[in-house]
């Protein structure tokens, strides 16, 4: 009787992520740090992402959001299409902005659990990139992404009720 073999068929999912982090594995090659809309925090392997004529290029570059379609494999999981959504270029051309859009990449980098979706912090996260090109108040974009944080994650300290007496 012959030997049935387990399947080897690689499972593909598509996403909408930005890319919060990047780093080089290889010549060409880079592993990617996503935050999606449907998966939360990933880590993704893109090869062949630094030539020029990559269509994957741009999947490599901070605060990057598109649509992108990933293969499940042993290791790490493979970025294997990349479509541009928005590059939010009021951010890339400011350095207080760019400061303020890396300090948010790392912190959902360093809180975020690998692989918990977590839409309503994706929206935050997007919507401030959108408010950051545009807007200069950093100091209240901050703290709107840090309570924004705080009340997705069920953290946010009662603000209607006074600590003395306990009333509205």
């Known amino acids: ?15 909408t992520a930005i890319t919060i982090g990047s780093r080089e594995t290889g010549e060409k090659d880079l592993f990617i740090t996503l935050f ?3 998966q939360g925090k990933l880590h ?3 090869r062949g992402t630094k030539k020029t004529v990559s269509s994957l290029r741009g999947a490599g570059q901070l605060f990057n959001m598109g649509e992108c379609q990933i293969v499940s494999r042993r290791g790490s999981d493979l970025l294997t299409e990349w479509t ?3 590059s939010f270029p009021g951010i890339k051309n400011d350095l207080r902005k760019l400061s303020l859009a890396g300090y948010i990449a790392r912190f959902i980098n360093e809180t975020a659990a690998d692989g918990h979706a977590d839409p309503e912090l994706f929206r935050i996260v997007e919507n401030i990139f959108f408010i950051l ?4 108040n950093y100091d209240i974009i901050k703290l709107a992404f840090e309570w924004g ?13 006074c600590v ?3 009333n509205s």
């Open 84 to 86: 541009p959504m928005q």
């Open 164 to 166: 003395s007496c306990g």
């Open 149 to 161: 944080y705080l009340e997705t994650t069920g953290q946010a300290f009662e603000t209607g009720i």
């Open 133 to 136: 090109q545009s807007n200069s």
């Open 36 to 38: 999606s809309l449907e």
């Open 44 to 46: 993704v392997a893109a």
């Open 1 to 15: 009787m012959p030997r049935m073999r387990a399947s080897s068929a690689a499972k593909e999912y598509n996403l």
